[in-house]
């Protein structure tokens, strides 16, 4: 008998409430075979008053049995901005070499999108996730003074701008439309943007089928609000990244439904999946989230675990359920859940 | 009797074309004791091909002596990526000290928008000019191998991050509504992010009208699209404004219609007006393009040395002019440049 071997971290805010529903959606699609085992991960906030720690040597060993991660949200009002993010959510995508973080967009029919006319929006983005300004890399003299200086640094090789780019070109060639494009700012940012442009060009020449085109990262969010449905796949740096995939959720339904997987291809680190969206800890504890992002997560998840048939379930669950939704009243959060969870056992 | 004495740089592409409708309603609006002295460098591709230059200390120096510059757009196909820009663009925004970076975004009545339900768009982004990843700090080892390693430096003073957030405050005091937002990423990048919260939090002190807020970039790309009317001034980084400010472009009627000033407060040296938009090789010489953002960037260059009556006299003829767009066929860009050139006489 097979098993699935999960670590689950709900964190902060709504972070638990929406892995409670994950977690019910997941039992609801998984085959009988499949043995179900989670082990919770009281990361986060609370933990980082109680004891001052974020994630340590001795946690990070604790979780590196396991065959995937799931996590709700890190971040609360309370911890000192940077400490959560650089001290866990950074540290464990760093130390777990997350490279592929994993970001789909897609309108599902009936969704609300504040862009007029409802375009098609189907693409994914492949966001660089150990490089880049967010290695941490930089320092501060004479802080606090006028004389202050503080620098980032922007960390980018050819081994890992290498992997990412190969790994979305993969992705480009197997999807119908094969298209690929590079988001970066190649003409202010000279040095890593002629990194990024060289590699993207060499791996291009092994993916003939693949069409690819550039675009700096400025005209890029023109693009996805006037044309979002003229890409497929899109691959690009950590900052860059984080900034248009914000934008591409706003567009494509709102966080409320965008997912995103931090994988480590080679397997050597177990992934982690988690929605884009924060903690949002002025509606948590009311039932007010929706589970939506966090169940789609969990598809990603699978889909990764080599779970196809199941992830496919949830996602077409999850687009009857967004469907639906236009006529008829508000639900809570586990309303949500329990919805989905009938539609992915039916 | 006064003179106003103009820099002129064309440039590249569609520069040439909304240039000139940019100087024929700067004519058509001066009163007549203002002397309209112009003088045209022909800096861009053409020189960069025939000479190899692009911005030398001799080019600097002639430049320095009038009171502004209005600029078109430099940049062509046929010029690789960066050298325009980080030889001409951008060194001289850095000689010039052209540290505020304006760039007003309003939804004018009439005006097509990419979202739906044509929301209320009135903010001024100040965007710091002369820091952050576009000071050109960073390097490459290893070139063209697998092994290279490219750095990107961002670098922020507290001095130049004190003068630009000051520039803001007064911006937002000046305006009715009185708010202002700073943008950054504080929790990632932490050394740049304290420095420039702590610099705006200080100052803030000095502003008791003004009701400040702070949001992360990529949340930033979600309002701008969800709630644009939320925003008000935005002060924030030269990267981070790069971005923002073209997708605030887009939602505001698209770059068409975006004016920007490259400001060195003090007057120490000109400051330089320029549309957002680049040089759009595809339309160019066909009179296709549309002068509007040139008009607009005369309107700020206009108001910026004083002649507010003849700034504001630009605004109303171009929002008047866009509010009957939508009835009429479509006017080359001469008949747009005529077209306004008669109303701001008239
Ligand atoms: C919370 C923060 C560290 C994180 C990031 O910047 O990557 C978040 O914005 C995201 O996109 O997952
Ligand atoms: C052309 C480029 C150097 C420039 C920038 O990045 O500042 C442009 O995008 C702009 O916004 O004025």
Known sequence: SRSLNLAVIPGDGIGQEVVAEGLKVLSAVLPQDVKLETKEFDFGARRYHATGETLTDADLDALKGHDAILLGAIGDPSVPSGVLERGFLLKLRFAFDHHVNLRPSKLLPGVATPLAGQPEIDFVVVREGTEGPYTGNGGTIRKGTEHEVATEVSVNTAFGVERVVRDAFARAQARPR?????????????????????????????????????????????????????????????????????????????????????????????????????????????????PTATVLSVALLLRHLGHDAEATRIEDAVSADLGERADKPARSTSEIGDALAVRVAG
């Open 178 to 290: 094969k298209r690929l494009a590079l988001i970066h700012k190649n003409n202010v940012l000279t040095f890593a943007g002629h990194l990024w442009t060289n590699v993207f060009n060499k791996v291009a020449a092994e993916y003939p089928e693949v069409t690819t085109e550039y675009m700096h990262v400025d005209a890029a969010t023109i693009y996805l609000v006037t044309q979002p449905e003229r890409f497929d796949v899109i691959v690009t740096d950590n900052l860059f990244g984080d900034i248009i995939t914000d934008l591409a959720a706003a567009v494509s339904g709102g966080i409320g439904v965008a997912a995103s997987g931090n994988i480590n291809p080679s397997g050597e680190f177990p992934s982690m999946f988690e929605p884009v969206h924060g903690s949002a800890p002025d509606i948590a504890g009311q039932g007010k989230a929706d």
